[in-house]
């Protein structure tokens, strides 16, 4: 037997132990259980706007942002909360809102997004969105996930033959 297939054997139990653990590979600590669950349930419970940063701690301009967004959170305490979402973690949730580029804040009130902040931003554009959004009138979620269309118009039926045939119609 080779010591590459021995090694293997040996590895496996201690890989199946740590999966099961929650772990996502070598090295890593277990993700804390239904963690993106609990998440979700910050953004969607929340009596008060929240700021979804979507981050990586690999990405230099998310970092950049940070200090900003915490000390929003503090200004605005009461009135709007933070929750962070890594997007290398809680892909679930980065999917579902559609991230594509990060840094990204969403800002979501009443169970839909508000407002979307691309890239990094200076402080007082996430303020002003956040102001915006405090501003708006609640809206239940219902209400606000697809405008109405338009009720039908009365189609007048002479002009509607005349206009099909090409014609003018006179009087």
């Given at each position: 037997?080779?010591?590459?297939?021995?090694?293997?054997?040996?590895?496996?139990?201690?890989?199946?132990?740590?999966?099961?653990?929650?772990?996502?590979?070598?090295?890593?600590?277990?993700?804390?259980?239904?963690?993106?669950?609990?998440?979700?349930?910050?953004?969607?419970?929340?009596?008060?706007?929240?700021?979804?940063?979507?981050?990586?701690?690999?990405?230099?301009?998310?970092?950049m942002v940070t200090p900003?967004?915490?000390?929003?959170?503090?200004?605005?305490?009461?009135?709007?909360?933070?929750?962070?979402?890594?997007?290398?973690?809680?892909?679930?949730?980065?999917?579902?809102?559609g991230v594509v580029s990060?840094?990204?804040?969403?800002?979501?009130?009443?169970?839909?997004?508000?407002?979307?902040?691309?890239?990094?931003?200076?402080?007082?554009?996430?303020?002003?969105?956040?102001d915006g959004v405090l501003?708006?009138?609640?809206?239940?979620?219902?209400?606000?996930?697809?405008?109405?269309?338009?009720?039908?118009?009365?189609?007048?039926?002479?002009?509607?033959?005349?206009?099909?045939?090409?014609?003018?119609?006179?009087?």
């Amino acid at each position: 037997m080779s010591a590459i297939s021995e090694f293997t054997r040996a590895m496996v139990p201690v890989l199946l132990a740590a999966v099961a653990a929650g772990a996502a590979g070598p090295g890593d600590t277990p993700a804390p259980v239904d963690s993106s669950n609990q998440i979700a349930a910050r953004i969607i419970d929340s009596k008060v706007p929240v700021l979804v940063d979507f981050w990586a701690p690999w990405c230099g301009p998310c970092r950049m942002v940070t200090p900003a967004l915490q000390q929003i959170a503090k200004e605005y305490k009461g009135r709007a909360t933070l929750v962070k979402v890594n997007i290398d973690i809680h892909r679930r949730i980065s999917a579902y809102f559609g991230v594509v580029s990060i840094p990204a804040v969403y800002i979501v009130r009443n169970k839909v997004v508000r407002a979307v902040l691309q890239g990094a931003q200076a402080k007082e554009e996430y303020k002003r969105a956040l102001d915006g959004v405090l501003a708006m009138k609640d809206t239940p979620p219902d209400s606000a996930a697809a405008p109405k269309p338009a009720a039908p118009q009365p189609v007048d039926s002479a002009k509607a033959d005349s206009s099909a045939a090409g014609g003018e119609k006179t009087e």
